[in-house]
T-cell receptor, first 120, second 111 residues
Framework: DAGVIQSPRHEVTEMGQEVTLRCKPISGHDYLFWYRQTMMRGLELLIYFNNNVPIDDSGMPEDRFSAKMPNASFSTLKIQPSEPRDSAVYFC??????????????????FGEGSRLTVL | DAKTTQPPSMDCAEGRAANLPCNHSTISGNEYVYWYRQIHSQGPQYIIHGLKNNETNEMASLIITEDRKSSTLILPHATLRDTAVYYCIVRVYNYGQNFVFGPGTRLSVLP
């Protein structure tokens, strides 16, 4: 069973350029999260979706950041224009909601391998 | 979600048990304790979670004190591959599905 798939794994771009990061969640998961990780700030939640609808985007740093989830199997995080301070590892994660504790379904997050962004 | 306190770093000898503590003195009755770890350059990985009873799975054991104000993650026979940052998170089960990660404990397993 494939896990969360992110692309690209590495991206190097110049300041001012548009960056698009992509994520394919685990099939059947109804929650999707975008996190950012830096040495200074650790892991920060940027935004999360439930059933393709953004629920909480309070962690999105500013208007340069936008995220979409057009369907249950795809999400994008876009930075336009990019700045050097956006350099970080961006993680996508997905989860399955539960109202009862079902065998093998515990509601934990499954993370992708991350996209390492470097903005010069 | 309740805040947690973890030591910034710990060492453990290979083959020995690694005991990672977490304080969560303001935990509420409906909040669970979750543990994740992050091996260098990888995404965080779920380890275990519990409410008040001790839990064990193939990766680790979770011991929660009776007053639930602290817990310990136990890796019974640490290997070099267990070197990672370990995060203790307290949150309401299945509420919003959000996990807030603190700085965690950097565990170094030494040969």
């Amino acid at each position: 069973d494939a896990g969360v798939i992110q692309s690209p794994r590495h991206e190097v771009t110049e300041m001012g350029q548009e960056v698009t990061l992509r994520c394919k969640p685990i099939s059947g998961h109804d929650y999707l999260f975008w996190y950012r990780q830096t040495m200074m700030r650790g892991l920060e939640l940027l935004i999360y979706f439930n059933n393709n609808v953004p629920i909480d985007d309070s962690g999105m740093p500013e208007d340069r950041f936008s995220a979409k989830m057009p369907n249950a199997s795809f999400s994008t995080l876009k930075i336009q224009p990019s700045e050097p301070r956006d350099s970080a590892v961006y993680f996508c994660a997905s989860s399955h909601s539960t109202t009862l504790r079902l065998a093998g379904v515990t509601g934990e997050l499954f993370f992708g391998e991350g996209s390492r962004l470097t903005v010069l | 979600d309740a805040k947690t306190t973890q030591p910034p770093s710990m060492d453990c000898a290979e083959g020995r048990a690694a005991n990672l503590p977490c304080n969560h003195s303001t935990i509420s009755g409906n909040e669970y304790v979750y543990w994740y770890r992050q091996i260098h350059s990888q995404g965080p990985q779920y380890i275990i979670h519990g409410l008040k009873n001790n839990e064990t799975n193939e990766m680790a054991s979770l011991i929660i004190t009776e007053d639930r104000k602290s817990s310990t993650l136990i890796l019974p026979h640490a290997t070099l591959r267990d070197t990672a940052v370990y995060y203790c998170i307290v949150r309401v089960y299945n509420y919003g599905q959000n996990f807030v990660f603190g700085p965690g404990t950097r565990l170094s397993v030494l040969p």
